[in-house]
């Protein structure tokens, strides 16, 4: 007998008949990924292709439906350079545009649909290797547009040059290796660095008095929130940001 004990126990749904979607499967290959509130959106090895999870049941693994159900994916123009999930919408980052995918989506029997992908902006969408920009914060979400632009689409989809305070510091650190939201103190980090990887700082921005600052603290390999204070990575040694007085 192919089915075990537990799933009986269970008593989960088998979809022997119906709909092709109700048999379970691992997703498909990807390079980019988010976890949303209800489902899980990764690209696809066509990159133009997003791909979403079925909705997503607590204590259970996610799981996606049949490769080519179509009412799970979508597809823009341009290969999807990043995703997020921000609210009920997923967005999707190209090089050139960003676009939004709005609508429920088909619940786990497969019924539904997301809404066609609706392009937001073509002033810009994600530098190469852009994905490392992309944190969500209260206010919105932070993406680099272009080596010097540190852009925020807010939550009511517009686009804000929110960095052009700290472009002349893109000039001198155009790659963004890590980023990180510290939730308790309002602050959006990111570890950024020289293009040769030689020299390098951390660039904070502080949410509620619109403030940059930046920790000349050299080269960082990876930054997190910890405890509420902003830890990073440093030639293999954790330090861990003073808390404030």
């Not at 119906?18 to 379970?24: E, F, L, T, V, Y």
């Not at 609508?103 to 937001?120: C, H, Y």
Request: aromatic share 10%; hydrophobic share 40%; net charge negative.
């Amino acid at each position: 007998d192919p089915i075990v004990d537990s799933d009986l126990i269970r008593q989960q749904p088998l979809y022997s008949s119906g709909i092709a979607s109700g048999a379970h499967h691992a997703p498909p290959p990807n390079e980019y990924v988010w976890a949303g509130k209800e489902r899980i959106v990764c690209n696809s090895p066509r990159r133009s292709k997003f791909v979403a999870s079925k909705l997503i049941v607590p204590s259970e693994p996610a799981e996606f439906a049949a490769e080519g159900f179509v009412a799970f994916s979508g597809q823009v123009t341009g290969d999807i350079e990043g995703i997020v999930v921000l609210g009920d919408s997923t967005i999707l980052f190209t090089r050139r545009e960003i676009w939004e995918v709005s609508g429920s989506g088909p619940g786990r029997n497969g019924v539904g649909e997301f809404f066609a992908a609706r392009r937001i902006s073509n002033a810009g969408g994600l530098v190469a290797d852009g994905w490392r920009s992309l944190l969500e914060t209260d206010e919105g979400v932070f993406f680099q547009r272009n080596t010097t632009q540190l852009c925020m689409l807010t939550k009511s989809g517009g686009v804000e040059w929110i960095g052009e305070p700290i472009e002349d510091y893109l000039e001198d650190f155009p790659v963004i290796v890590a980023s990180t939201y510290i939730p308790s103190k309002h602050t959006a980090a990111f570890a950024v660095q020289a293009t040769d990887g030689l020299t390098g700082g951390i660039l904070r921005f502080d949410l509620q008095h619109k403030a940059w600052f930046f920790d000349n603290v050299g080269v960082v390999a990876s930054i997190a929130e910890y405890q509420g204070r902003l830890a990073y990575i440093q030639a293999g040694i954790v330090y861990v940001q003073d808390a404030a007085p």
